[in-house]
């Protein structure tokens, strides 16, 4: 069962839109939220997080947006660059310092020049 | 470097052979896990070492997968008697663990192919 849900397998997106990268969660004890990006034959590399205090975080071009009631956050990224094509992946955890991390199956994101 | 190191960064064997894969979190880091990334699918938990506490196994697939972790640095993922649908990229990842939440930082991970 599936905890932790990227419902898009990929997206496409042209150079300087926004792309909008979705993500599900079943766990209400889910605390903290993460974003990582992978590029192919590279490990997952942190992007940007979000307490379950807050409803959005913003760094940058990335902003992550958070709706507990609806059990769904949302990456934003404006404007997208080529250099953003990867893949992306929700992650999240409970609020101990015992609770593990639960990645989504992420989505692939291709930004078209 | 500073980052997690993970090897080798390739390994082939022939199905029914034993493989170790090494993992070195970042210096300091209590926390550590180990996931594993088969074609086309996204990161499956397979275990995770907080500090001096018990393990969580629960993503280990079967018995012929175990885990230590020694002196509470370097890890070991080891697999017996392995079969072809053990192929996968094996990753490592360590956070500082504590009572604050902080991101983990991955390895490159060790491709696996059994034959």
């Known amino acids: 069962d599936q905890q932790v849900k990227q419902n898009s397998p990929s997206l496409s997106v042209q150079e300087g839109r926004i792309s909008i990268l979705n993500c599900d969660y079943t766990?209400?004890?889910?605390?903290?939220f993460l974003w990582y990006k992978k590029y192919p034959a590279e490990g997952p590399t942190f992007l940007i997080s979000?307490?379950?205090?807050?409803d959005k975080n913003e760094d940058g071009r990335f902003t992550v947006f958070l709706n507990k009631s609806a059990k769904h956050l949302s990456l934003h990224i404006v404007p997208s660059q080529p250099g953003d094509s990867a893949v992306y992946f929700c992650?999240?955890?409970?609020?101990?310092?015992?609770?593990?991390?639960?990645f989504g199956p992420g989505t692939s994101l291709s930004v078209i020049p | 470097g500073a980052g997690v190191s993970q090897s080798p960064s390739n390994k082939v064997t022939e199905k029914g052979k034993d493989v170790e894969l090494r993992c070195d979190p970042i210096?300091?880091?209590?926390?550590l896990y180990w996931y594993r990334q088969s074609l086309g699918q996204g990161l499956e938990f397979l275990i995770y070492?907080?500090?001096?506490?018990?393990?969580?196994k629960s993503g280990l697939p079967s018995d012929r997968f175990s885990a230590e972790r020694t002196g509470g640095s370097v890890s070991t993922l080891t697999i017996q008697r392995t079969q072809q649908e053990d192929s996968a990229v094996y990753l490592c990842?360590?956070?500082?663990?504590?009572?604050?939440?902080?991101?983990?930082?991955f390895g490159d991970g060790t491709r696996l192919s059994i034959l």
């Open positions: 990842a360590s956070s500082p663990g504590g009572g604050n939440n902080q991101p983990q930082h």
């Open positions: 766990n209400s004890m889910f605390d903290y």
């Open positions: 979000i307490s379950s205090i807050k």
């Open positions: 992650a999240a955890k409970g609020e101990t310092s015992y609770d593990k991390v639960i």
């Open positions: 210096s300091g880091h209590t926390a």
């Open positions: 070492f907080q500090g001096n506490s018990a393990p969580d």
